[in-house]
């Protein structure tokens, strides 16, 4: 057979096509990144097979060794980097080297529609394989599958597509077990043939991979060049800041700085080692919906894997390795779900990170106040999942405030309540913006109440539990009663509300007005300039947490209460209205007061046009 007769030509995947257009022609300044994501890609390749390899020993039979080798040809102008690991199959070439599988590239490929600056994103997300169309006129990517007795070859020039053939005998022979991928370099990228050139790069992003790297001399002779050590492994007084930034960068694949490291050994009834890395930036699949963390399990330093969920999806962000003394080596993944052992770690660790967290809350509040900005809303979601931690949680927790334009912590707020304040109030709302002008807020404002401004989209999720913070309640704004009436006001000529008795009447029309769209119409503590307002009855959900059941239309819509503002102009004209009788008027002005609250609350009224309807008329009879 010859191989032309064999050859079969793919398309790639449209992303994968444009993806490479982009490398192609490529402008960007730190092409060295290549060598990095073909180092990360054979070291996993090697982790794959030790991993297989504890079930089926005969994978590795006829070379025991796993190891990535760089072999530069500066004549030639070539680069082949190979490993000794798992290899790829005829299908596997296909699916991997021809589609865009990890989330990291495609949330790339995402970003690129949106920038203007496509090039500055290579850096921040990494774009895996296809990173060496930078340095490569083609590739050639010669693989075989432990246990498989196949060699096939992958060859792209980076266009539309690639090519898939059997090797023949002499790749075969170079390639007995993994991949090599050959690299064609391009005319400006000739300097990657040059053997101090690769050295400087894998001192740079590689020195911590686990295997041994060699480069080849001309002889054909193999020298490592990266230390291969497991830097969790050593001793805190061993390594250096600088240390801890390169191995964040390695074992994490990322390109920021961490903004605080957690690195020590459990010794007791397990002994196992952790380095563990807060980011300083938010990685790429923090909002990734199925909130796995991706913390990597090694066993006496052979890598398992990091889906291993050591860490609550809450400390998703957190990033880093726990190497076990103790796990047994063949643990299957299946199996380390409900594993005792792990458990007990996953318990042990959380603690320790939120401890790291506390203490340079109070140690380093700028460092602190970093963290929370970039990772402060998915902590959060531990208020709502982690019961047993929610204290802990709730003093991590920073909030924006009526009172401040910090961040205020709850212990800040307590320190600083009103005389006779027993409560901590809070609203919730869809943006501080909208939060900051809520009528909601006045009542507290006149008395100089502090009112905590949750706007996440997780707030009106943990506020469904009742929480509280050294015995102080939290109590939201937009709910139930709330009684102002011990803390004094700030002004002390401001009318006090009568009582609500007095009101009775005007009320009762009110609601015989708008019927069921209410649940009740009461006299307002809270408002002290607007008109109307809308909380939730006592005991039900928060106005929030219903509008955002109701827009998933999984709410059954609980009425709200409308609270009326009896000393406004307005409220005082429709009693008015009320005592002389003025059916329409009664009418039109109990309308449009739900209808405003509901407009200050970032709904719309239910019926636009009557609304408008109504107001108009009501103008021109008032200009009549
Ligand atoms: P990632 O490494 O994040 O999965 P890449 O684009 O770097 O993404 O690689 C895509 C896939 O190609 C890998 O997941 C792996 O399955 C396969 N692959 C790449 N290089 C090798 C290799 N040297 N050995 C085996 N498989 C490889
Ligand atoms: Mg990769």
Not at 465 to 483: A, F, Y
Request: negative net charge; glycine residues 6%; proline residues 4%.
């Amino acid at each position: 057979m010859t191989e032309e007769k064999t050859t079969q030509s793919h398309a790639f995947q449209a992303e994968v096509a444009e993806l490479l257009s982009l490398m192609v022609h490529s402008v960007y300044s730190e092409t060295d990144i290549f060598l990095r994501e073909l180092i990360s890609n054979a070291s996993d390749a090697c982790d794959k097979l030790r991993y297989e390899a504890i079930s089926r020993p005969e994978l590795l039979a006829g070379d025991e060794r796993l190891v990535i080798r760089l072999v530069p040809d500066a004549k030639a102008g070539t680069l082949a980097v190979t490993d000794t690991g798992i290899g790829m199959t005829q299908q596997e070439l296909v699916d991997n080297l021809g589609t865009i599988a990890r989330s990291g590239t495609k949330a790339f490929v995402q970003s690129l529609a949106e920038a203007k600056d496509g090039m500055g994103l290579i850096g921040k997300f990494g774009v895996g394989f296809y990173a060496v169309f930078m340095v490569a006129d083609r590739v050639e990517v010669t693989s075989r599958r432990a246990g498989s007795d196949e060699t096939w070859v992958w060859r792209s020039d980076g266009g539309a597509g690639f090519e898939l053939a059997p090797a023949n005998e002499e790749q075969a022979k170079r390639v007995p077990r993994g991949t090599e991928v050959l690299i064609h370099l391009k005319e400006d990228a000739k300097k990657f043939a040059e053997r101090f050139e690769l050295e400087r790069i894998v001192r740079t992003y590689s020195d911590h991979i686990l295997f041994p790297i060699e480069l080849s001399d001309d002889k054909g002779e193999a020298r490592q060049i990266n230390a291969a050590s497991a830097p969790w492994q050593r001793s805190r007084s061993e390594l250096k800041p600088e240390d801890y930034k390169e191995a964040y960068k390695s074992i994490a694949m990322a390109f920021d700085e961490p903004a605080l490291t957690l690195h020590y050994r459990a010794e007791g009834r397990q002994s196992y080692a952790v380095m563990l890395f807060v980011p300083t930036m938010r990685p790429f699949d923090l909002a990734d919906p199925g909130r796995k963390g991706r913390i990597k399990l090694y066993v006496r330093r052979v890598y398992i894997t990091d889906d291993a969920e050591l860490l609550p999806p809450y400390l998703r962000f957190v990033r880093g390795v726990i190497d076990s003394e103790d796990l047994p080596l063949n643990v299957s993944r299946e199996m380390l779900q409900n594993n005792p052992q792990v458990t007990q770690i996953r318990t042990a660790v959380t603690g320790r990170v939120l401890g790291e967290l506390e203490s340079t809350a109070d140690k380093d509040a700028d460092t602190y106040k970093k963290v929370w900005e970039a990772f402060g809303p998915v902590l959060k979601e531990g208020l709502y999942e982690d019961h047993e931690r929610r204290v802990q949680l709730l003093s991590l927790c920073r909030f924006a405030s009526s009172a401040s334009d910090e961040p205020r912590s709850l212990k800040q707020y307590v320190a600083d309540l009103k005389p006779n304040q027993t409560e901590i109030y809070y609203l919730v709302g869809e943006s501080l913006e909208r939060l900051k002008a809520n009528p909601k807020l006045e009542a507290a404002k006149a008395r100089g109440i502090e009112v905590l401004l949750l706007a996440d989209p997780i707030d009106a999720f943990w506020t469904i539990m009742p929480s509280d913070h050294e015995g102080k309640p939290l109590k939201s704004l937009s709910q139930g009663d709330v009684d102002f009436g011990l803390v004094p006001l700030l002004d002390k000529d401001a009318p006090t509300p009568d009582a609500a008795e007095a009101y009775k009447d005007v009320l009762a029309a009110v609601k015989e007005q708008l019927g069921d769209q209410v649940s009740e119409v009461r006299a307002s503590q809270r408002l002290t300039d607007s008109a109307a307002c809308l909380v939730a009855a006592a005991g039900g959900r928060d106005r929030e947490l219903e509008r955002l059941l109701a827009r998933q239309e999984r709410g059954v819509g609980a009425k709200p209460v409308l609270e009326l503002n009896m000393r406004h102009e307005i409220v005082k004209a429709l009693a008015r209205s009320i005592g002389e009788k003025k059916e329409s008027d009664v009418a039109d002005l109990s309308a449009l007061l739900l209808a405003q609250a509901q407009i200050l609350d970032g709904e719309v009224p239910r019926d636009p046009a009557a609304f408008a309807r109504r107001l108009n008329d009501l103008i021109l009879r008032g200009l009549a």
